[in-house]
Nanobody, 117 residues
Framework: QVQLVESGGGLVQGGGSLSLSCAAS????????MGWYRQAPGKQRELVAT??????TNYADSVKGRFTISRDIKNTVYLQMNSLKFEDTAVYYC????????????WGQGTQVTVSS
């Protein structure tokens, strides 16, 4: 079992910055990829950014150049969000994919990010 606890969401004006963090605990040894996804009202959940255990990153086109994902050795993953836009408003979810005796995937409870226009 892996537990993911997010923090750092909130309300910010357009153009501002926010930083999210996600702390993983439990059976974290086999975690391979951690990432952030988001879901706006009435829309499907979408990928924001991912980072592998080797440090390779992947970003949605809509956030490239504005968001930065990072990860520390304790499997805490961070998302630095700059130049926020109204359309970044969503619930942001932390995600972890790994392998123990089988592949597994876990989600955090989500944290709200609201950008005022």
């Amino acid at each position: 079992q892996v537990q993911l606890v997010e923090s750092g969401g909130g309300l910010v004006q357009g153009g501002g910055s926010l930083s999210l963090s996600c702390a993983a605990s439990g059976s974290i040894f086999g975690i391979h990829v951690m990432g952030w996804y988001r879901q706006a009202p009435g829309k499907q959940r979408e990928l924001v950014a991912t980072i592998t255990s080797g440090g390779s990153t992947n970003y949605a086109d809509s956030v490239k150049g504005r968001f930065t994902i990072s990860r520390d050795i304790k499997n805490t993953v961070y998302l630095q969000m700059n130049s926020l836009k109204f359309e970044d408003t969503a619930v942001y979810y932390c995600n972890a994919v790994g392998y123990g005796s089988t592949w597994y995937e876990y989600w955090g409870q989500g944290t709200q990010v609201t950008v005022s226009s």
